[in-house]
């Protein structure tokens, strides 16, 4: 028995030394409920015109979590379709302490069209609150609420002046870029030559912003020029929202073929050749009204372009195009246009 009280003493005396080393911290503030905040929009169905672009699109109240403290919290807007599920939602971050925020018909009009909604059609998003303590802290969402949309049809170019050009790095004459919905995301056909360098431009002079080298296929306001991929015809896209240049060859063998021209067989192609001063392939060959013609890359059927008159787009896959009567023309087929894409004209 005096073993055992001998053991308990000793224990209860470390026990009483441990506590006596210790300091009174002060008292943590720990997060005890995660309570989402809420967001409201002034109304449910947003109709978008050019007319109103002075106007108020939409207003977005919100309140912030109850993380059981007053806390600071950083809240931002997600929005997205519904299909996505708010994986990839597109984001805004409201003002510390605000609880309001107004867009305006651009500002909102830009947000929808980020999303690839079509132009002039009402389609569902969703919208909910995204709040944040801190980088380490896992956020919380509001519940998400359902708003019918329509934007409107926002085209934006960009420019691509460099040393391909005849008239070297001069904006107002270089080959453009278009983004059909002013998305950020712009894309055009340019015909480089080897070791060329340009710059990508967003206006029609030196006077705005312009893009340059990034590095690693990134482009930067303050980088250097960019250099062309090779000699020969590419598809451009630039897409100012990630920073990015890409290019897809377009450089192929173009041909005339049909039984408006020698017939449609291999071997029956007439070739064409890029000639810089009309920034288009050409060929002048006997073309009859009997016929029709189609136009094709690298002698076979894998890429072809038709359609149904001169001027019009022409399609891959697209319809054989009439001759309008027998004679000798110059067949002009060029990608000069962003917006049209490929097109061509008899002469």
């Known amino acids: 028995m005096k073993t055992v009280l001998t053991k308990f003493l000793a224990i209860s005396s470390v026990g009483l030394l441990m506590l006596a080393s210790c300091k009174k911290e002060g008292a943590k503030v720990i997060a005890t409920s995660n309570k989402a905040g809420a967001i409201q929009a002034s109304s449910t169905t947003v109709v978008l015109t050019k007319a109103q672009i002075a106007d108020t699109a939409i207003t977005f109240t919100f309140t912030n979590p109850n993380y059981g403290f007053q806390a600071a919290a950083t809240n931002t807007l997600q929005i997205d379709v519904p299909s996505d599920n708010f994986a990839t939602p597109k984001e805004y971050t409201f003002a510390p302490g605000s609880h309001k925020q107004s867009f305006s018909v651009p500002d909102f009009n830009s947000l929808l069209l980020a999303l690839n909604l079509p132009t002039g059609t009402a389609s569902q998003v969703q919208v909910r609150l995204k709040s944040q303590l801190s980088t380490t802290q896992a956020?919380?969402?509001?519940?998400?609420?359902?708003?019918?949309?329509?934007?409107?049809?926002?085209?934006?170019?960009?420019?691509?002046?460099?040393?391909?050009?005849?008239?070297?790095?001069?904006?107002?004459?270089?080959?453009?870029?278009?983004?059909?919905?002013?998305?950020g995301v712009y894309t055009g056909y340019v015909y480089f030559d080897a070791g060329g360098i340009f710059k990508v431009t967003t206006a029609k002079d030196w006077n705005h912003t312009n893009y340059g080298d990034g590095g690693a296929g990134k482009i930067s306001s303050s980088g250097g020029n960019l250099t062309s991929p090779g000699a020969g015809l590419f598809l451009v896209t630039v897409d100012t929202n990630a920073g990015t240049i890409t290019y897809q060859s377009y450089d192929h063998l173009w041909s005339v073929i049909g039984d408006g021209a020698l017939g449609w067989n291999d071997g029956d192609d007439v070739d064409m050749t890029f000639v810089p001063a009309a920034n288009a392939y050409q060929v002048t060959t006997a073309l009859k009204s009997t016929g029709a013609f189609k136009f094709r890359a690298d002698h076979a059927w894998a890429l072809n372009l038709g359609g149904t008159a001169p001027g019009a787009p022409l399609v891959a896959n697209g319809g054989n195009l009439p001759v309008p009567s027998s004679a000798t023309y110059t067949i002009s087929l060029t990608f000069g246009d962003p917006l049209l894409g490929p097109t061509y004209k008899l002469q």
Do not use: K, M, R
């Open 139 to 183: 956020p919380v969402y509001s519940d998400a609420i359902s708003l019918t949309a329509t934007p409107f049809a926002l085209i934006a170019y960009v420019w691509v002046p460099g040393s391909y050009q005849a008239n070297q790095w001069h904006p107002e004459l270089a080959d453009s870029l278009v983004s059909p919905t002013g998305n």
